[in-house]
């Protein structure tokens, strides 16, 4: 497995953590995985660690590559901020499909409490 850690929206305070299954000789018949994109919850005000890799782990379990968006939270952010943050963030796993192994068909989103909410409007209004 690696890791990599990219800036969205050219900022340090929004950030997606890719964490990306190796391919293996064993499953020459895996050549791209599906991707599922996390949005931990935190009321907006902040994003929430104990919604955040935990997750990821258990995807990564199930053959997925895992994302974890850190998007714009705080007083002074809007949820529009934090909604382009999640459509940036999903065109960057189809921008690096390729060079992440990702079918870039199935990617799926995951949020818990604010990252829920935000997860519903990208499935309804992204």
């Known amino acids: 497995m690696r890791i990599e850690k990219v800036n969205i929206n050219n900022t340090n305070e929004v950030s997606l953590t890719a964490y990306l299954l190796d391919n293996s000789a064993e499953f020459s018949n895996i050549t ?31 053959g997925f590559n895992a994302f974890i968006l850190r998007y ?31 079918n870039e068909n199935k990617i799926a989103v995951i949020g818990f409490s604010a990252g829920g909410h935000l997860a519903a409007a990208i499935g309804t209004m992204g």
């Open 72 to 102: 714009s939270v705080g007083e002074d952010i809007t949820f529009e901020t934090s909604f382009y943050d999640a459509e940036d963030a999903i065109a960057t796993v189809r921008n690096n499909a390729t060079k992440w192994n990702i």
């Open 32 to 62: 791209t995985r599906p991707a599922v994109l996390i949005f931990p919850g935190g009321g907006y005000y902040n994003t929430s660690d104990r919604e955040a890799e935990p997750i990821a782990m258990a995807f990564l379990a199930e």
